[in-house]
């Protein structure tokens, strides 16, 4: 029998905290309600007494979910801690993370004090917030540069006042993986009453060592972890949730599990992603565009024979379709095979050789080989396929009601126009688009990038999209970043085959 890893999921709350990426109260109550379909068992939903909006995002969330714990972030304060508990009345599982930093540095930098004051004040804080609600979460700040003995003096006290879970924080990203683990050890061994509550991690990424460092914890004995979509949070970020639940899935010789629910983990990554403004970075572990893609031919060859070659990770266990073969220069024989196999073209071993003597010709000269290219490079007809052009875009946004696009496209040669509106210029002219081509596809991923630097920019727009489960991607630059969309949204499109 496995141990349970408890996943304490702070998204929405240190997550929140990245410069640009604040949510308001709706779009943070779509983001907890698929978190709880994820599985998460504890959603931080915000610090209440830092502002109106987290009051009301805490009060909002703790009526729109049921399963997960909800938690309150507060200081060692009482004020604090009573506001925290007027936002989580509506809380099926309520729970208090009150805390103070404990290490040298916080105790007389920061918080001018000594450390048998701090110890008083955790004490106090732990059994004022145990009135309210009886989970109670401790932190002790920097913890991951607090001697292993203070700390354990800390912890001890906490528990006896009535806490019930105790956070162990790397807050800045410091310690080494053997040096967090020995620190959860040193507490599971030296704390008398350490029984009584459950260890949890909270690792920051500023030396890159996040997830090391939470699987450290979870080795020495840690049972809950806090993690955050996408890795998202302060400076470099936290422990990435999708890391570690994949870790304790993929390593079977571990003896942890978790409940999370993985085929859902790509879906919501994508959420936070589009919802706070942050793309994910295409390199990103289990969730990033190129986590599950080939282009080396060797790699590609090995993947079209046994999948297991250079993937530990199916990519339908994290809720991806399935791998891509990305054709580039360094592509092999098998995987233009593979392409070409996929789009209904079937050659002969001689034809296939000099297929792929053209297609490394047009490969070194282009960087992205499209279906249409490999159809004109065989001199072939694909009467299917031609283009959709705009033939006329007018948008009008600012001091508006709603964000009015004026569409109008050239379909095969004939000009059909729609007019829609949206959440703002981009989401006006997508969904006039849809409107005329008739046809739902689901918009996964878009991600606006400066190419130079100025106001007259050139911006290069990514689009990937999900048709009839398959997901097409779509590029354009255009110094007019709406034209740029529409024409990446109409690339990816146009990839699908749809017509009206």
């Known amino acids: 029998m496995s141990d349970k890893i408890y996943i304490f999921d702070t998204t929405l709350r240190d997550g929140e905290q990245v410069p640009g990426c604040q949510l308001n109260t709706v779009e943070k109550i779509e983001v907890a309600k698929n978190l709880e379909q994820l599985g998460v068992d504890v959603i931080e939903a915000g610090f ?29 304060v009482e004020n604090d801690i009573k506001v925290a508990a007027e936002a989580l009345q509506y809380a099926k599982h309520p729970r208090i993370h009150t805390g103070i930093g404990t290490s ?39 913890a991951g ?47 008398k009453n350490v029984h009584k509550a459950i260890l949890s991690t909270h690792c920051h990424n500023d030396l890159g060592m996040a997830t090391a ?5 979870i080795m020495n004995g840690a049972r809950q972890v806090e993690v955050t979509l996408n890795g998202i949070g302060e400076r ?44 994910v970075q295409p390199n990103k572990a289990i969730v990033g565009r190129n986590a599950f893609a080939h282009s080396s031919g060797i790699h590609q060859d090995g993947v079209l024979k046994n999948r297991e070659n250079y993937e530990i990770i199916d990519p339908v266990d994290v809720g991806i379709n399935q791998s891509s073969i990305i054709l ?32 490394l010709i047009i490969a070194d000269r282009k960087k992205d080989i499209l279906d249409e290219d490999l159809v004109l490079m065989l001199n072939l007809k694909k009467e299917d396929k031609h283009k959709i052009t705009i033939d006329h875009l ?22 059909m126009e729609a007019t829609s509106t949206g959440n703002g210029p981009i989401d006006a002219t997508f969904s006039a688009i849809k409107k005329i081509l008739n046809k739902t596809v689901v918009l996964e991923e878009f991600l606006i990038q400066a ?3 100025g106001s007259n920019d050139l911006g290069k727009v990514h689009i990937q999209i999900k048709s009839n489960e398959v997901t097409y991607y779509g590029f354009s630059a255009n110094t007019d970043i709406v034209t740029a969309s529409a024409e990446a949204f109409l690339d990816a499109i146009e990839k699908t085959g749809l017509r009206p």
């Open 104 to 142: 040298d540095f916080h105790i007389y930098s920061k918080l001018n004090s000594s450390p048998e004051e701090i110890i008083e004040r955790a004490v106090a804080a732990v059994k004022y917030a145990k009135r309210f609600v009886e989970d109670i979460e401790f932190y002790a700040e920097d």
């Open 328 to 359: 580039t220069a360094r592509s092999g024989r098998a995987a233009l095979k593979h392409r070409l196999d996929v789009i209904g073209i079937q050659l002969s071993k001689t034809e296939l050789d000099t297929a792929y003597d053209k297609f």
């Open 213 to 217: 460092n939470t699987l450290s914890g």
């Open 236 to 279: 470099a970020g936290n422990t990435s949730l999708e890391e570690i639940a994949m870790i304790l899935k993929t390593r079977k010789d571990l003896p942890y599990h978790s409940n999370i629910e993985t085929k859902r983990i790509y879906k919501t990554s994508r959420l936070v992603s589009t919802l706070m403004r942050m793309p």
């Open 145 to 191: 540069r607090t001697s292993n003995e203070y700390l354990a003096r800390v912890v001890e006290a906490v528990i006896a006042a009535g806490a019930t879970v105790i956070n162990i924080p790397d807050t800045t990203g410091y310690a080494l993986p053997d040096e967090f683990g020995a620190k959860i050890k040193y507490l599971t061994e030296n704390v």
């Open 48 to 76: 209440p007494v830092s502002s109106p909006g987290d009051f009301n995002s805490v009060v909002e969330i703790s009526k729109a979910v049921n399963r997960p714990t909800i938690c309150a972030l507060t200081r060692a």
């Open 394 to 415: 007018l948008v009008i946004s600012g001091q508006t009601p709603m964000p009015t696009a004026i569409v109008r496209l050239n379909v095969d040669g004939k000009l």
């Open 451 to 453: 190419i130079t630097r």
